[in-house]
């Protein structure tokens, strides 16, 4: 076989296993082929693709199919993901973004971008980027800061070691992200007399690695001696699992959670000891039990400037911090007490410790406060939900009216602009795969795709894309992608004429609106100030396969939504909102630096602001405040 044959045979047989369960650990190729593939693992997925049962897809974009894979192995807990297969030179680099966007999101993907000749031969051929004075540099050594494990096939039988190695780190939860095989396009189609063993079927164990026994006991005995302890829900908690172990622990000893992006959904929206999101983002019930908590416990969280508050959420109070993380420097940030494991064998564990030093839970007084943040804040997520019966819609009754009509088990799908804050506030969902938000990267255009990903790994689950009209007109191709998948996906575009979000931003630092709305240059200004580019977005999803539905208001919303229920295939809806009102901060900062000198007054202010802001940051958090103090 050649080195592609070679490399098809041996993907359609990987699988991942834990806690007993198998699962393909591969589950197709996404591939555009261009002169670098197409001869090579495009001729081997064409002659063995079928028959090995690992169906090729064809995107339309090469970042998109990224997206589409790491979204696909978000919603099935890392257990499983797909390969994306790119032509050399731009085919590859477009790769790039989206695995930047997996390796922070901690999301296996395979990347197979083609390369040069390894022969050199034909050298320069069509798209090759020639280095001056490193002539084995191409440019997909742009791959290896963005990936988790890279390397460069340039022998056939080197495929033998790289295939076992970048297997390995797809599977480890603590290593896992974008893996690239940089293929040289003379080796793809190379053969090779391989040992017949390389491709008998393997289970690569994901393991579930428990914490050291000093960890535990230090991180049980600094939280059961704290009276306001706190536990902040991270991704960590979904990919583990881990949804009933940490119910079971905060209902026993009354803790309650907090969550991050990736961790909403973690416990229902209405569990009891559910607070809501916490940190720049956050909702005032988690933002105040943050500041006023004396232990708090991060579980599978990176601990990102968002969830921090960047570093004012935690630790006012001279908290201790402990980190419950697979990852062993996600463990080690804050200056925390780490607690090394898997986050559902680290919550039982930790559940036995308490236990086992008579814990008996945290005291009444202060669930009774919990209880008074919790409902206060319910209250005001109904009422940002309401429809406020004024003529513009407003994005906050937009949300509400969505996730009512589609239920809090329908997965809504969101990355960039303001609508994941919004999204984070506002919906609820009521199970651990009911919230996708990628906000790692933040990466506008990774929704389209991103829907496309869910709805393969879950095709009897309803999906509803959130997209904004900065992020729609970014990257919209691969509506053709799932027309031609024949999924059943809901795209609702939220079209507020601009990038809403940065222009929020702008203005909160003191400059006007400048460069973030949708307008014409105009001559008087020699600015983007004229009047407004409207975009009719159902044609232009209609041009692309797409039912499309115009919402002028929210009864033609929700009749729109119930029409792409009952039909199958691509249903876009055009929704046009307000930039105003936007979903008020609840006592959460995120550092942005402000210009330190300025004629303009507003960002003088701002400038003030911002340093008042900071001098509330926590530097350091102690190993030991409380001895310390
Ligand atoms: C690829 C990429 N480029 C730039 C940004 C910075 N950015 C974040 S949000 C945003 C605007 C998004 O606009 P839109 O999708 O219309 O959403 P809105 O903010 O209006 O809700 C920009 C430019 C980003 N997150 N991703």
Redesign the pocket.
Known sequence: MTTAQALVHYLARQHSERDGLEHRLIEGVWAIFGHGNVAGLGQALEEYGEDLTLPTLRPQNEQAMVHAAAAFAKHRNRLSTFACASSIGPGSTNMI?GAAGATINRLPVLLLPSDYFASRIPDPVLQQLEHPSEHDVSVNDAFRPVSRFFTRVSRPEQLMAALPAAMAVLTDPSRTGAVTLSLPEDVQAEAYDWPVALFERRVWNVRRPPAAAEQLAAVASALARARRPLIVAGGGVIYSEASAALASLVERFGLPVVESQAGKGALPWDHPMNLGPVGANGGEAANRAARGADFVLAVGTRLGDFVTASRTAFGRAGARMAVLNVDPDDARKLDALPLLADARVGLEQLGGALDEIGFGGTDAGYREQLEALRSSWHARVDHLRAARGTGQLA?SEVIGAINAAVGGHATVVC?????PG?LLKLWRPEDDKAYHVEYG?????YEIPAGLGVKLAEPERRVVVM????????MNSELVTAVAERVDLTVVV???????????LQMSVGSPSFN?E?RARRTETGRTDGEVVGVDFAKHAEAMGATVYRCEDLGQLVGALEAARRRNGVNVLDVKVG?EPAVPSFEGWWEVPVAETSHQPAVRAAREAYEAARSRQVLVHGSDAEEGA
């Open positions: 973004t994005q990355a960039a602009g303001s609508m919004d990267y933040s990466c506008m255009g997209v904004g009209d900065g992020s729609y007109l970014m939220v079209d507020n004429g601009a990038f809403g979000s940065i222009r929020g973030n949708r930039l």
